[in-house]
């Protein structure tokens, strides 16, 4: 049976200055699941992930858990623990401009416990392998085009094995076919196992790698039909 990663029952979604969103949030995402949200700017989409990244409180909901943890009810201090269980992908990168791709991965890795040099080591070198960035160990940031950029972003995403991914619009700044190749490999990292969710507005490339879809409009969210689907993607 697979595991329950995020459970929302009649959730209400706030922006950070307090405006609500998203009404009756019912939403859940199992391990392997790859999950798409659509909506336009302001649909609430980001907040939605905000809160199973802790960005965001939700107080409102008749259940409201994320790996396991009540997060109505989470501690600051547990924070921390629970997101080294998932991986977070920014549109925008979000990469050290002042150090190499080597040294911005195994500042991760310091900053969650890792402690041994040859296992850091072989670990970067695997999630590099991973996004087929082998011989970019060394570069700067700035070096790199920005699909490699978001590559790296992604290799930092799954250097401590997460449960889950939350991606918020990772191909928003890149060519179509740039964007094509990051999707395909996060939906490869969700054939290992990893819940992968995902907000977007690239609607075509939703054809290409099918997964469940979840628009939001008019202040709800609501599973969308392969059918809807397609009327989107014709549109």
Not at 4 to 19: F, H, P, R, S
Not at 25 to 37: K, P, T
Not at 99 to 110: D, G, P, Q, T
Not at 156 to 175: G, Q, W
Request: charged content about 30%; glycine content about 6%.
């Amino acid at each position: 049976m697979s595991e329950l990663l995020v459970n929302y029952k009649n959730a209400n979604i706030y922006q950070q200055e307090g405006e609500l969103v998203l009404e009756g949030v019912n939403f859940h995402a199992e391990e392997g699941e790859f999950i798409y949200l659509i909506g336009r700017v302001g649909s609430g989409k980001s907040s939605l992930l905000k809160t199973i990244y802790f960005e965001l409180d939700l107080d409102e909901a008749d259940e409201a858990t994320v790996l396991e943890t009540d997060i109505r009810q989470l501690r600051r201090s547990d924070v921390p623990a629970l997101r080294r269980q998932m991986g977070i992908i920014f549109q925008d990168f979000q990469l050290l401009a002042d150090r190499s791709v080597y040294k911005n991965l195994a500042f991760v890795l310091k900053a969650t416990g890792w402690r041994y040099k040859d296992r850091i080591d072989t670990r970067i070198r695997e999630v590099l392998s991973d996004v087929g960035l082998e011989d970019k160990a060394d570069k700067m940031p700035h070096e790199l085009s920005g699909g490699e950029q978001q590559r790296v972003a992604i290799a930092r995403a799954i250097l401590n094995s997460p449960k889950l991914i939350i991606a918020d619009e990772p191909t928003a700044n890149l060519d179509p076919e740039t964007a094509n190749d990051i999707i395909g490999l996060l939906r490869q990292i969700s054939q290992t196992g990893t819940a992968v969710i995902m907000s977007t507005h690239n609607i075509p490339l939703l054809d290409k790698y099918p997964g469940i879809v979840y628009r939001c409009i008019d202040k709800r969210m609501e599973e969308v039909t392969n059918n809807e689907l397609q009327m989107e993607i014709q549109q």
